[in-house]
Nanobody
């Protein structure tokens, strides 16, 4: 099992910045593909950003140019730097880890989720 703990959420004014962190357990963090999703009130969860074990990144069009995802494997942590925040960025942000299956152990690839951290962008 993998535990993910998000932090860094809070209240910020439009145009402001916030940095989210996701601390992960597991000895093989460097092999995980990591991602951030968000869920706004009354809406479905949506993809925000991802970073593979090879540090290939992908961003949703809605945040491209404003958000940056990065990882520090030595700290078992993935970050989401959010700049130029807009009210529509208000959501609970969830960290996701895609863990490789292990043929020897007989385990399937698994997705793990943190409990989320709330980001509120409001004046």
């Amino acid at each position: 099992q993998v535990q993910l703990v998000e932090s860094g959420g809070g209240l910020v004014q439009p145009g402001g910045s916030l940095r989210l962190s996701c601390a992960a357990s597991g000895r093989a963090f460097s092999t995980y593909d990591m991602a951030w999703y968000r869920q706004a009130p009354g809406k479905q969860r949506e993809f925000v950003a991802s970073i593979t074990s090879g540090e290939t990144t992908n961003l949703a069009d809605s945040v491209k140019g404003r958000f940056t995802i990065s990882r520090d494997n030595a700290k078992n942590t993935v970050y989401l730097q959010m700049n130029s925040l807009k009210p529509e960025d208000t959501a609970v942000y969830y960290c996701n880890a895609e863990v490789r299956g292990d043929v020897v152990a007989g385990t399937d690839a698994m997705d793990y989720w943190g409990k989320g951290t709330l980001v509120t962008v409001s004046s």
